[in-house]
Protein backbone atom coordinates (compact mmCIF):
# COMPACT_ATOMS: atom_id res chain seq x y z
CA UNK A 1 0.00 0.00 0.00
CA UNK A 2 2.91 2.68 0.81
CA UNK A 3 4.37 2.01 -2.59
CA UNK A 4 0.81 2.52 -4.31
CA UNK A 5 0.95 5.49 -1.73
CA UNK A 6 4.20 7.03 -3.07
CA UNK A 7 3.37 6.57 -7.00
CA UNK A 8 0.35 7.80 -7.18
CA UNK A 9 0.33 10.43 -4.46
CA UNK A 10 2.99 11.93 -3.04
CA UNK A 11 5.91 12.33 -4.11
CA UNK A 12 4.22 10.46 -7.07
CA UNK A 13 1.83 11.36 -9.64
CA UNK A 14 -1.02 13.91 -8.08
CA UNK A 15 1.90 16.23 -6.35
CA UNK A 16 3.75 16.03 -9.22
CA UNK A 17 1.43 16.88 -11.41
CA UNK A 18 -0.09 19.80 -9.51
CA UNK A 19 3.23 20.84 -8.80
CA UNK A 20 3.73 20.77 -12.21
CA UNK A 21 1.07 22.79 -14.09
CA UNK A 22 1.93 25.49 -10.74
CA UNK A 23 5.40 25.88 -12.51
CA UNK A 24 4.07 25.67 -15.53
CA UNK A 25 2.27 28.44 -15.00
CA UNK A 26 4.71 30.01 -13.10
CA UNK A 27 6.83 29.96 -16.57
CA UNK A 28 4.22 31.46 -18.21
CA UNK A 29 3.69 33.90 -15.92
CA UNK A 30 7.42 35.73 -15.97
CA UNK A 31 7.26 35.30 -20.02
CA UNK A 32 4.15 37.15 -19.74
CA UNK A 33 5.87 40.09 -17.69
CA UNK A 34 9.42 39.93 -19.90
CA UNK A 35 7.00 40.58 -22.77
CA UNK A 36 5.04 43.45 -20.84
CA UNK A 37 1.81 41.20 -20.99
CA UNK A 38 -0.47 39.91 -17.84
CA UNK A 39 -0.05 36.97 -18.43
CA UNK A 40 -2.94 33.76 -17.39
CA UNK A 41 -4.67 33.20 -14.02
CA UNK A 42 -2.96 30.35 -11.75
CA UNK A 43 -5.45 28.21 -12.48
CA UNK A 44 -4.73 28.31 -16.30
CA UNK A 45 -2.66 24.95 -16.95
CA UNK A 46 -5.35 23.07 -15.03
CA UNK A 47 -8.49 24.26 -17.23
CA UNK A 48 -6.47 23.60 -20.08
CA UNK A 49 -5.55 19.79 -19.10
CA UNK A 50 -9.76 19.08 -17.71
CA UNK A 51 -10.61 20.68 -21.38
CA UNK A 52 -8.40 18.52 -23.77
CA UNK A 53 -9.28 15.63 -21.34
CA UNK A 54 -12.91 15.92 -22.11
CA UNK A 55 -12.57 16.28 -25.67
CA UNK A 56 -12.73 14.02 -28.63
CA UNK A 57 -9.21 11.83 -29.23
CA UNK A 58 -9.01 11.43 -33.33
CA UNK A 59 -6.48 9.49 -34.27
CA UNK A 60 -4.81 9.24 -37.87
CA UNK A 61 -6.29 6.41 -40.23
CA UNK A 62 -2.81 5.50 -41.65
CA UNK A 63 -1.47 5.30 -38.18
CA UNK A 64 -0.66 2.83 -35.83
CA UNK A 65 -3.49 3.12 -33.43
CA UNK A 66 -2.08 1.07 -30.49
CA UNK A 67 1.46 2.68 -30.59
CA UNK A 68 -0.04 5.79 -30.89
CA UNK A 69 -2.44 5.81 -28.10
CA UNK A 70 0.06 3.69 -25.88
CA UNK A 71 2.95 5.98 -26.57
CA UNK A 72 2.29 9.16 -23.99
CA UNK A 73 0.89 6.89 -21.13
CA UNK A 74 4.78 5.63 -21.06
CA UNK A 75 5.83 8.95 -20.60
CA UNK A 76 3.60 10.21 -18.30
CA UNK A 77 4.50 6.38 -16.25
CA UNK A 78 8.17 7.20 -16.63
CA UNK A 79 7.80 11.00 -15.48
CA UNK A 80 6.20 9.34 -12.55
CA UNK A 81 8.47 6.77 -11.39
CA UNK A 82 11.12 9.43 -11.40
CA UNK A 83 9.18 11.74 -9.37
CA UNK A 84 8.84 9.02 -6.91
CA UNK A 85 12.73 8.23 -6.48
CA UNK A 86 13.42 11.53 -6.63
CA UNK A 87 10.89 12.47 -3.94
CA UNK A 88 12.03 9.89 -1.72
CA UNK A 89 15.09 9.69 -1.60
CA UNK A 90 15.20 13.59 -0.92
CA UNK A 91 12.66 12.90 2.09
CA UNK A 92 14.33 10.28 3.19
CA UNK A 93 18.14 9.39 1.82
CA UNK A 94 18.05 6.06 3.43
CA UNK A 95 15.31 4.62 0.99
CA UNK A 96 17.72 5.49 -1.82
CA UNK A 97 19.41 2.72 -3.45
CA UNK A 98 23.28 2.23 -4.86
CA UNK A 99 22.78 3.15 -8.55
CA UNK A 100 19.38 4.65 -8.85
CA UNK A 101 21.17 7.94 -9.99
CA UNK A 102 21.34 5.61 -13.16
CA UNK A 103 18.28 4.23 -13.21
CA UNK A 104 17.21 8.32 -13.12
CA UNK A 105 18.70 8.75 -15.99
CA UNK A 106 17.14 6.14 -18.23
CA UNK A 107 14.09 6.99 -16.92
CA UNK A 108 14.29 10.87 -17.97
CA UNK A 109 15.20 9.62 -21.70
CA UNK A 110 11.68 8.14 -21.56
CA UNK A 111 9.03 10.36 -22.16
CA UNK A 112 11.13 11.66 -25.15
CA UNK A 113 11.56 8.12 -26.83
CA UNK A 114 7.87 7.56 -25.81
CA UNK A 115 7.11 11.05 -28.06
CA UNK A 116 9.17 9.58 -31.02
CA UNK A 117 7.77 6.15 -31.30
CA UNK A 118 4.29 7.49 -30.41
CA UNK A 119 4.50 10.64 -33.28
CA UNK A 120 6.28 8.22 -35.49
CA UNK A 121 3.22 6.00 -35.45
CA UNK A 122 0.76 8.47 -36.14
CA UNK A 123 1.65 8.48 -40.23
CA UNK A 124 2.17 12.46 -40.42
CA UNK A 125 5.04 13.14 -42.62
CA UNK A 126 5.67 16.54 -40.82
CA UNK A 127 5.10 14.72 -37.03
CA UNK A 128 8.05 12.45 -38.78
CA UNK A 129 9.87 15.20 -38.99
CA UNK A 130 9.77 16.34 -35.98
CA UNK A 131 10.55 12.76 -34.57
CA UNK A 132 13.88 13.14 -36.27
CA UNK A 133 14.17 16.02 -34.95
CA UNK A 134 13.89 15.01 -31.70
CA UNK A 135 16.22 12.22 -31.78
CA UNK A 136 18.78 14.11 -33.12
CA UNK A 137 18.24 16.55 -30.47
CA UNK A 138 18.08 13.41 -27.58
CA UNK A 139 21.34 11.88 -29.05
CA UNK A 140 23.18 15.49 -28.82
CA UNK A 141 22.50 16.36 -25.23
CA UNK A 142 22.37 12.83 -23.70
CA UNK A 143 26.16 12.82 -23.94
CA UNK A 144 27.27 16.09 -22.11
CA UNK A 145 24.06 15.48 -19.51
CA UNK A 146 25.76 12.31 -18.44
CA UNK A 147 29.19 13.75 -18.36
CA UNK A 148 27.65 16.45 -16.00
CA UNK A 149 25.70 14.05 -13.75
CA UNK A 150 29.69 11.93 -13.80
CA UNK A 151 30.88 15.29 -12.28
CA UNK A 152 29.14 14.78 -9.47
CA UNK A 153 29.75 10.39 -8.85
CA UNK A 154 33.75 11.52 -9.45
CA UNK A 155 33.33 14.24 -6.27
CA UNK A 156 30.41 11.93 -4.37
CA UNK A 157 32.51 8.45 -5.28
CA UNK A 158 28.80 7.12 -5.13
CA UNK A 159 26.26 6.66 -7.95
CA UNK A 160 23.29 6.80 -5.05
CA UNK A 161 21.47 9.97 -4.64
CA UNK A 162 21.14 9.81 -0.96
CA UNK A 163 25.29 8.94 -0.79
CA UNK A 164 25.09 12.64 -2.93
CA UNK A 165 23.05 14.63 -0.53
CA UNK A 166 25.25 13.08 2.32
CA UNK A 167 28.04 14.12 0.63
CA UNK A 168 27.15 17.68 0.29
CA UNK A 169 25.50 17.92 3.83
CA UNK A 170 28.80 17.41 4.96
CA UNK A 171 31.34 18.90 2.77
CA UNK A 172 29.20 21.40 1.34
CA UNK A 173 27.03 22.12 -2.35
CA UNK A 174 29.01 21.14 -5.42
CA UNK A 175 27.85 24.61 -6.79
CA UNK A 176 30.86 25.84 -4.05
CA UNK A 177 33.23 24.22 -7.25
CA UNK A 178 34.26 25.56 -9.99
CA UNK A 179 33.67 22.17 -11.74
CA UNK A 180 30.41 21.92 -10.19
CA UNK A 181 29.66 25.84 -11.63
CA UNK A 182 30.66 24.63 -15.37
CA UNK A 183 28.70 21.15 -14.68
CA UNK A 184 25.74 22.55 -13.61
CA UNK A 185 26.28 25.21 -16.74
CA UNK A 186 25.83 22.71 -19.07
CA UNK A 187 23.47 20.33 -17.05
CA UNK A 188 20.64 23.27 -17.52
CA UNK A 189 21.12 23.75 -20.90
CA UNK A 190 21.02 19.87 -21.64
CA UNK A 191 18.14 20.34 -19.33
CA UNK A 192 16.37 22.98 -21.35
CA UNK A 193 16.49 20.62 -24.21
CA UNK A 194 14.63 17.82 -22.37
CA UNK A 195 11.97 19.92 -21.58
CA UNK A 196 11.61 21.21 -25.36
CA UNK A 197 12.03 24.63 -24.62
CA UNK A 198 13.75 27.93 -26.96
CA UNK A 199 16.21 27.69 -27.98
CA UNK A 200 15.45 23.88 -28.26
CA UNK A 201 11.67 23.61 -29.13
CA UNK A 202 13.17 22.72 -32.97
CA UNK A 203 10.72 19.23 -32.93
CA UNK A 204 7.50 21.18 -32.17
CA UNK A 205 8.37 24.68 -34.29
CA UNK A 206 4.82 25.80 -34.88
CA UNK A 207 6.05 28.35 -37.57
CA UNK A 208 7.88 25.71 -39.39
CA UNK A 209 6.15 22.06 -39.18
CA UNK A 210 2.72 23.15 -37.71
CA UNK A 211 2.85 21.45 -34.15
CA UNK A 212 5.46 19.10 -35.59
CA UNK A 213 5.87 16.19 -33.34
CA UNK A 214 2.78 16.43 -31.46
CA UNK A 215 0.96 17.65 -34.67
CA UNK A 216 -1.78 14.32 -34.74
CA UNK A 217 -2.64 14.10 -31.31
CA UNK A 218 -5.93 15.40 -29.47
CA UNK A 219 -7.68 14.75 -26.73
CA UNK A 220 -6.74 13.36 -23.67
CA UNK A 221 -3.57 12.12 -25.30
CA UNK A 222 -2.16 15.21 -26.27
CA UNK A 223 -3.26 16.34 -22.28
CA UNK A 224 -1.42 13.70 -21.14
CA UNK A 225 1.91 14.32 -23.05
CA UNK A 226 1.45 18.38 -21.79
CA UNK A 227 1.07 17.19 -18.46
CA UNK A 228 3.87 15.47 -18.51
CA UNK A 229 5.98 18.52 -19.85
CA UNK A 230 4.95 20.57 -17.02
CA UNK A 231 6.03 17.38 -14.29
CA UNK A 232 9.39 17.39 -15.97
CA UNK A 233 8.99 21.64 -15.30
CA UNK A 234 9.08 20.39 -11.92
CA UNK A 235 11.14 17.14 -11.55
CA UNK A 236 14.51 18.45 -13.55
CA UNK A 237 15.11 21.65 -11.18
CA UNK A 238 14.73 19.39 -8.16
CA UNK A 239 17.24 17.14 -9.96
CA UNK A 240 19.42 19.85 -10.36
CA UNK A 241 19.09 20.88 -7.30
CA UNK A 242 19.28 17.63 -5.72
CA UNK A 243 23.22 16.75 -7.54
CA UNK A 244 24.54 20.56 -7.65
CA UNK A 245 22.56 22.32 -4.68
CA UNK A 246 22.49 20.05 -1.58
CA UNK A 247 19.25 18.58 -2.54
CA UNK A 248 15.69 19.32 -0.81
CA UNK A 249 15.47 20.04 2.39
CA UNK A 250 11.77 20.58 3.86
CA UNK A 251 12.70 20.31 7.96
CA UNK A 252 12.75 23.86 9.88
CA UNK A 253 13.42 26.48 7.52
CA UNK A 254 14.82 24.19 4.83
CA UNK A 255 11.81 24.55 2.67
CA UNK A 256 12.10 28.33 2.16
CA UNK A 257 16.13 27.99 1.04
CA UNK A 258 14.67 25.09 -1.03
CA UNK A 259 11.34 27.18 -2.62
CA UNK A 260 14.79 30.00 -3.84
CA UNK A 261 17.07 27.75 -5.09
CA UNK A 262 13.90 26.23 -7.03
CA UNK A 263 12.62 29.66 -8.28
CA UNK A 264 16.14 30.96 -9.25
CA UNK A 265 16.17 27.56 -11.34
CA UNK A 266 13.11 27.77 -12.98
CA UNK A 267 13.83 31.79 -13.53
CA UNK A 268 16.78 31.09 -15.20
CA UNK A 269 15.20 28.46 -17.67
CA UNK A 270 12.48 30.88 -18.39
CA UNK A 271 14.91 34.02 -19.31
CA UNK A 272 16.53 31.38 -21.43
CA UNK A 273 13.77 30.40 -23.23
CA UNK A 274 12.51 33.98 -24.24
CA UNK A 275 16.21 36.10 -24.71
CA UNK A 276 16.93 33.47 -27.90
CA UNK A 277 15.64 32.16 -30.84
CA UNK A 278 15.20 28.94 -31.93
CA UNK A 279 17.99 27.01 -33.97
CA UNK A 280 17.96 24.88 -36.22
CA UNK A 281 18.97 21.37 -35.69
CA UNK A 282 22.11 21.57 -37.18
CA UNK A 283 22.92 24.47 -34.67
CA UNK A 284 21.51 22.69 -31.94
CA UNK A 285 23.93 19.66 -32.39
CA UNK A 286 26.84 21.05 -32.97
CA UNK A 287 26.18 23.52 -30.04
CA UNK A 288 25.67 20.39 -27.72
CA UNK A 289 28.53 18.04 -29.73
CA UNK A 290 30.89 21.00 -29.62
CA UNK A 291 30.43 23.71 -26.65
CA UNK A 292 28.99 21.97 -23.92
CA UNK A 293 30.68 18.64 -24.17
CA UNK A 294 33.84 20.79 -24.19
CA UNK A 295 32.55 22.60 -20.92
CA UNK A 296 31.79 19.23 -19.37
CA UNK A 297 34.96 17.33 -20.29
CA UNK A 298 36.81 20.61 -18.05
CA UNK A 299 34.36 20.18 -15.54
CA UNK A 300 35.10 16.57 -15.29
CA UNK A 301 38.95 17.05 -15.51
CA UNK A 302 38.42 19.67 -12.97
CA UNK A 303 36.43 17.60 -10.86
CA UNK A 304 39.33 14.86 -10.96
CA UNK A 305 41.57 17.82 -9.44
CA UNK A 306 39.62 18.47 -6.73
CA UNK A 307 38.88 21.68 -7.98
Known amino acids: MKLIFYFLIFPGFLFTAVAGLLTGWLDRKITARVQWRVGPPWYQNFADIIKLLIKEVIVPREANKFVFLFAPLVGIAGTTLVATLLGLANWNTEKSFIGDLVVLWYLLTLPTIALIIGSSASGNPLAGVGASREMKLLLSYELPFVIS ?145 LLAIIALILSYKGL
Open 149 to 293: ILVVVMKAKTLSLGGIINYQGLNGAFLNHLSGIIAFIVALFCVQAKLGLVPFDIPEAETELAGGIVIEYSGAPLALIKLTKNMLMFILPIFLITLFWGGVHLRGLGWLWTLIKYCVIVLLITLIRNTNPRLRIDQAMRFFWLWMN
